[in-house]
């Protein structure tokens, strides 16, 4: 009777050795357009019966604001001003607040381990759950900005403008929503933070410049959304100065994608303790 060696039986040790290591290798790493596209759509389904009526109280205390506004200004550079920093104010409500206790908690919970399993770059996560947020602010900027041209009698021709500040202004706040997230050490110090900025939002964005004192107005220029409510006030104006127009958007774009950048460092800083 002849003995077949150990080594090439098929449930042997070496042959179950072998066999995984024919298993164990890995397809290639997913890209980042198709890893952030499926996070996007991911983040917008989980957040779209959550995030509907925070939109609504976003919506309605920006036209409070505006309405309260009325009655102290009538028109003018300071309206156009009023209008567009409460439109960009349901960006940041959203973008900004809600997305730093959304990685807050994700943080705490240990909700960050499941995604750093997932063969998707870093960048995807984030700027997923940006995306989605963001356009959680589209139909609640839109009405504000058409309630406020019409409460201050504002022209309403350059209203497509929003098509860029929404993107733009989105970007800029939501990244820093999610590094206050993702940097805090508690989830209630990232909702504080959140909070804090949203009222930085409101003071320095809806408040005339002109009206503040020069060293607030400094820190106003320190504000991502700034620019994106100049680029908005200035497209009410008879005549728009289209180049200062772009130029704010450019800048917001800029400061957009260094928010995200400094969100995506947060994220790998945080995944990897």
């Known amino acids: 009777m002849s003995v077949v060696p150990a080594e090439v039986l098929p449930g042997s040790a070496l042959s179950v ?14 890209r980042l357009w198709p890893s952030l596209a499926a996070m996007y759509r991911a983040q917008l389904s989980r ?11 976003a919506t309605v205390q920006s036209v409070g604001i505006m309405v309260m506004m009325r009655g102290v200004v009538d028109g003018g550079a ?13 960006v940041a409500f959203v973008g900004l607040n809600l ?3 959304y990685f807050g908690q994700l943080r705490a919970g240990g909700g960050l381990d499941h995604y750093a399993t997932l063969p998707v770059p870093p960048a995807a996560v984030v700027l997923g759950a940006a995306g989605a947020y963001a356009s959680f602010t589209v139909p609640g900027t839109v009405v504000t900005a058409v309630v406020g041209s019409v409460l201050f ?5 350059h209203l497509w403008v929003l098509v860029a500040v929404i993107p733009l202004a989105g970007a800029a706040l939501a990244g820093l929503g999610a590094a206050l997230g993702l940097l805090a050490p508690r989830p209630e110090l990232a909702t504080l933070l959140g909070q804090l900025g949203m009222s930085a939002a409101l003071l320095l964005g809806v408040l005339p410049a002109d009206r503040l004192p020069t060293v607030v107005q400094y820190a106003r220029d320190l504000l991502p ?3 994106g409510v100049e680029a ?17 958007l450019a800048v917001c774009a800029g400061v ?18």
């Open 153 to 157: 009698g504002l022209p309403m021709a």
């Open 47 to 57: 957040a779209r019966v959550a995030r509907i009526p925070l939109l609504f109280v």
């Open 99 to 101: 997305l730093a206790q």
């Open 225 to 227: 959304s700034t620019y």
């Open 232 to 248: 908005f006030a200035r497209s009410f104006g008879a005549h728009p100065d289209w180049a200062f127009v772009v130029g704010d």
């Open 17 to 30: 050795a072998e066999d995984a290591g024919d298993a164990a290798e890995l397809g290639p790493r997913a």
């Open 256 to 273: 957009g994608m260094a928010s995200l950048a400094v969100a995506t460092w947060a994220y790998r800083r945080a995944a990897v303790r």
């Open 78 to 90: 300071e309206a156009r001003s009023i209008v567009a920093g409460a439109s960009v104010l349901v």
